[in-house]
């Protein structure tokens, strides 16, 4: 990973006035990878729509790490579902007349 698609932990913790301690959780949960480089944290820049979505239901619905790492789960799961879904109605397609 190159530095510049980095960015810190400290300040996006800043600018959503968080504490470091909640990325912490939130990787605790499997939700986010985090790179240690030297003496400081880091986030990959892909990662930022995902933790944006985090933020939000933890500033707004006052949802906590564990609920937010339960509710990316069960999205996960509607997504493998519904990818499910779609490829039997494709194979029943074949069979219908």
Known sequence: MENRNLITV???CTYH??????ISKVQE????????????????EDSLH?????VRLYKELNINPEGIGAIFHL????EHLHEENEKLKTRLRKYEI
Do not use: C
């Open 10 to 12: 400290s300040s996006f």
């Open 17 to 22: 006035g968080l504490e470091i301690s909640f």
């Open 29 to 44: 949960e499997g939700l986010l990878e985090i790179s240690y480089i030297e003496e400081d944290t880091y986030l990959p």
């Open 50 to 54: 995902k933790l944006e979505q985090i």
């Open 75 to 78: 999205l996960e799961k509607i």
